[in-house]
């Protein structure tokens, strides 16, 4: 009895280890990215992006803010999220083909945070501000 618990816990350890393994090899991932980081514009396509990129607002004017974005994802899934001081202003599946904009009060011109996040996508994405 003693020798069915053992084994039975190794199993269960080299399967822990098995899965960790997979999860560690599919986190934050990028393929064929070509974009760029501009102040007022932000823009990329890639043949693969898995995890979250995260890009910073360096340019304001006016007490309103308007973000506008579009997205192109042809496979897989993205998201879309834009905090104003630490506080969302958009949370948005943005899968597919969108094109809209958001408008929200900023006057102090506060940090304005983008945080891309994907799961196995393909496509490209244009956000202006």
Known sequence: MKKIKIR??????SFAIAITSCSVLRGNYTKNWHGSDNPGHIYASFDG??????????????TKMKVKYS???????????????GTPVLIRDVTGTVRDSVIF????????????????????FDISY
């Open 105 to 124: 009060d900023n006057p102090n011109h506060n940090q304005v945070q983008f945080t891309l996040q994907a799961k196995d996508a393909a496509g490209k």
């Open 71 to 85: 997205t192109d994802i042809t496979t897989g899934t993205m998201a879309l999220e834009v905090k104003c001081n």
């Open 8 to 13: 039975f816990s190794l199993l269960l350890f």
């Open 49 to 62: 992006f898995n995890g979250h990129q995260d890009f910073n607002a360096m340019s304001f004017s006016g």
